[in-house]
C-alpha cells in the first residue's frame, strides 16, 4: 500500500500558519477516513455482522453472473426495490415492519443483500443486530443468560434474522419455545423493532410450525425474492 503523500504515513499533515509564522500539525485527511473506516468496522463488530460479508456491495452483486438472463430480469424489479429503500432507509421503516429476502435457489446472496440493506441503517445511526435464527431459538432456552440477552437486545432498532423460520436449517422449537418468539417478535413490532428476514421461501410457506410468528410477520412486510446460482471466483 501507497503511503499518504501528504503525511507519509504518520496520520499527520504539515501546515504553515500565516498568522503565527510557523509550521502547524493537524490530522490529515486521511487519517481522518482511517478513523472513520474504524469507527464503523466497530459498528459492523457490534452488529455482530460476519467479517466476510463487511465489503460486499450491491454493485458487487449486480456484477456477479447468475447464469441466466432470465433469471436477471426477474430480480430486476427486486433489485429495484432494495436500492430504493437503501436510498431512503426511513422509507422503510415508516412503512413496513418486516423485510423479507428470499428465494428458492441456494447461494443466491439472500445474506449478502440483507447485510447490504443493513449496513445502510447503520450508516444512518440505526443500530443493528445480526443473528442466525437457530442461535435465536437456543436462547430462549438458555436459562442462565436468557434474561440478560433479551435485554441486550432491547437497544437495538433492527434485527437481522439469517434462515428466518427455516424448518430445515434450524431445530423446530417447541411449544414454550415457540409462544416466547411470538411474544418477544409481537413486542419488539410493538416498539417499533423491524426486522430484516433471509429465507429460501415467501412467508405465507413458512412451516406452519411457526404459525403465531408466520402471522405476526405477514402483518407487514415488504417481501422481495431474488434468484439464481450466484457464480464467484
Not at 431512503?88 to 447485510?115: C, E, Q
Amino acid at each position: 500500500m501507497s503511503r499518504c503523500p501528504v503525511c507519509h504515513g504518520s496520520g499527520w499533515a504539515i501546515r504553515y500558519n500565516e498568522k503565527n509564522k510557523q509550521d502547524e500539525s493537524e490530522p490529515c485527511e486521511c487519517r481522518r477516513e482511517r478513523d472513520e473506516r474504524d469507527a464503523f468496522r466497530t459498528k459492523l463488530v457490534k452488529a455482530c455482522i460476519p467479517p466476510e460479508y463487511w465489503e460486499y456491495t450491491l454493485e458487487n452483486y449486480l456484477t456477479l453472473p447468475l447464469g441466466d438472463s432470465i433469471v436477471n430480469k426477474a430480480n430486476a424489479l427486486s433489485v429495484y426495490e432494495l436500492r430504493k429503500y437503501m436510498t431512503d432507509p426511513l422509507l422503510f421503516l415508516n412503512s413496513y415492519n418486516v423485510l423479507w429476502i428470499w428465494g428458492r435457489k441456494p447461494n443466491a446472496g439472500h445474506t449478502s443483500l440483507a447485510v447490504i440493506f443493513a449496513v445502510e441503517l447503520l450508516k444512518n445511526k440505526y443500530k443493528v443486530r445480526f443473528m442466525r435464527m437457530q442461535d435465536l431459538i437456543s436462547a430462549f432456552t438458555d436459562f442462565e443468560s436468557k434474561k440478560d440477552f433479551f435485554t441486550y437486545l432491547e437497544k437495538f432498532d433492527v434485527y437481522l434474522l439469517d434462515d428466518a423460520f427455516d424448518a430445515n436449517r434450524c431445530i423446530v422449537p417447541g411449544d414454550y419455545t415457540n409462544i416466547h418468539l411470538f411474544n418477544w417478535m409481537s413486542t419488539a413490532m410493538s416498539n417499533k423493532k423491524h426486522f430484516i428476514c433471509t429465507s429460501k421461501v415467501d412467508i405465507a410457506q413458512v412451516s406452519d410450525k411457526f404459525e403465531q410468528s408466520k402471522h405476526l410477520l405477514l402483518k407487514s412486510r415488504l417481501s422481495l425474492e431474488f434468484n439464481g446460482t450466484l457464480k464467484r471466483d
